[in-house]
């Protein structure tokens, strides 16, 4: 270490600092003011087609690591689930048993019909399965990267889906590609800051835009619906899928979001604050899907799986 | 450390190890509601081993290669890292900490600065959604966890550029130590 006090130190370790500071801002700002087409976001996509090989290397071989790990949150959490995964049974029972008068009864038979569109994805979509090999490490970023690209018919705006945090659970919605290499692709999750996607609460038919609150991953917020619409705890949220004057959401109707949790009227607010669990276990995803037109492949000349 | 091919070459593998295994698995294992970051760790130590010009560079590239292998906005990690390298960097040259425990309070400090500067710059530059008060308690334990395995991590990469440091801090510590002869009561200068 030399730690030394003369000028010719001090003046060296300042100008070091400024120049250093200097180019991280040149950086944001030449990052800002240029389009995704930008010599800066280029050599990005670059940067990461470069290191995905060596990401997905590292990432297999961390595996084992991640899955101890995860072993040792799940008894640590199990506990404390298990008592509210028994309460929240209770519910359901009482739920289901209330479903199954309305469905014989005729009263919701509409909505059941409904229900069972969302098991899986929404009509005319086929998927491609693409494994995480980058996980942004801040919560202010919530993005990942997968080891599909173009390439493999990948494209921007195509929703992605992943499993649910129980095996038997369902998955949903976990966000849309928005930019692709030839065999990369990153995805920008629901939770980033910057997401917003239209839906729908269902059997009411609400419309609104969900949104996430940075720093909770498991609670989204779906906002812009007006006071006075009822919103139940239970409801299921899904994608709206709504197209008007040219406007169009990038994700199809019917994909699943997740579930309503709580509903804050908000007494000085506009419209309620609805709480959302999301069904997709975004914390730990390791496998996910992407969802495109189908035929889509055959037509660019490469495969679903 | 002076800059030379081979001390570059040894803080760009560190920066380059460090940031990979990050994104690609230590940001999955998650405990305690949390994740461990070697990123401002990384800094951290090299920070204190080596000085702030060091820890400012370190800071640098690996914000840079945050940013460009997760496609977040180029040059605001840099910019967070650089700062709190230079920060540590210049602590160390100042306070020179002699204890042998002084990793574990570096390491929490640099990842809790980082934590708090990062989310203010996220918040200056776009954030459009709401923020939970629950990213204090994310950086919280993502301090926490920094400073239970900051021993090792420091270990490793004192061990990774001791070759290319100028003066090792832990050898001139040794030799600060005073000498262990003492009297029959156990203080120094009272032999009888």
């Known amino acids: 270490m030399s730690f030394g006090y003369d000028k010719q130190v001090i003046r060296r370790r300042r100008i070091t600092f400024g120049v250093l500071v200097a180019l991280s801002l040149v950086l944001i700002t030449g990052y800002f003011g240029e389009g995704p087409g930008g010599v800066l976001h280029t050599i990005q996509r670059g940067a990461q087609e470069a290191l995905a090989p060596i990401e997905k290397g590292a990432g297999k071989a961390l595996k084992p690591f991640r899955d101890l790990a995860g072993w040792f949150g799940d008894v640590m959490d199990a ?24 469905a014989r009864d005729g009263e919701q038979a509409r909505s059941l019909i409904g229900l069972t569109e969302f098991s899986g994805y929404p009509d005319g979509m086929e998927a491609i399965t693409a494994r995480v090999i980058v996980r942004s490490p801040t919560v202010w970023y919530s993005t990942v990267q997968i080891d599909k690209g173009s390439s493999d018919g990948v494209e921007v705006n195509m929703p992605v889906v992943a499993a649910g945090a129980d ?139 | 450390m002076t800059l030379s091919g ?10 380059f190890a460090a940031v990979i295994l990050q994104i690609s698995g230590f940001g999955q294992l998650r405990l305690l509601g949390g994740n461990a970051d070697l990123v401002p760790l990384l800094v951290a130590a090299v920070a204190l081993y080596a000085g702030a010009i060091s820890g400012a560079l370190a800071g640098f590239s690996a914000g840079l290669l945050l940013d460009l292998a997760i496609g977040s906005d180029l040059g605001a990690s840099s910019l967070v890292l650089t700062a709190v390298g230079y920060g540590a960097g210049r602590w160390c040259e100042v ?73 090792d801090p832990i050898e001139v510590r040794r030799r600060r130590r005073a000498p262990r002869e003492r009297g029959p009561i156990g203080l120094r200068g009272l032999e009888v």
């Open chain 2, 95 to 167: 306070r020179r900490p002699s204890n042998s425990l002084a990793p574990i309070p570096a390491a929490a400090a640099v990842t809790a600065a980082w934590g708090i500067a990062f989310a203010a710059v996220s918040i200056m530059l776009e954030i459009d959604a709401e923020v939970s008060p629950l990213v204090l308690r994310d950086i919280l334990v993502t301090t926490l966890l920094n400073a239970l395995i900051a021993l090792p991590a420091f270990s490793i990469v004192r061990r990774f550029l001791r070759p290319v440091l100028v003066v």
């Open chain 1, 79 to 102: 506990k404390s689930e298990n008592e509210e995964l028994r309460r929240e049974n209770e519910r359901l029972q009482k739920e289901l048993a209330r479903a199954l008068i309305a």
């Open chain 2, 6 to 15: 081979s001390s570059a070459l040894r803080l760009g593998l560190l920066v």
């Open chain 1, 167 to 305: 095996p038997q659970g369902t998955g949903g919605l976990a966000g849309r590609v928005v930019s692709v290499t030839p065999s990369t692709a990153r995805v920008m999750l629901i939770t980033d800051s910057d997401s917003g996607v239209g839906a729908e609460v269902f059997p009411g038919g609400e419309n609104g835009v969900v949104r996430p609150e940075v720093g909770k991953p498991s609670d989204l917020l779906l906002d812009f619906i007006e006071k006075g619409r009822r919103i139940r705890k239970g409801n299921t949220v899904i994608t709206s899928g709504f197209r008007s004057r040219g406007l169009e959401s990038h994700f199809p109707r019917g994909i699943p979001i997740g579930v309503v949790t709580r509903v804050d009227p908000g007494e000085l607010d506009l419209y309620q604050r609805v709480h959302i669990r999301p069904f997709a276990d975004l914390r730990r995803m390791d496998v996910v899907q992407v969802l495109r037109p189908a035929g889509a492949g055959q037509r660019a000349g490469v495969g679903a799986e």
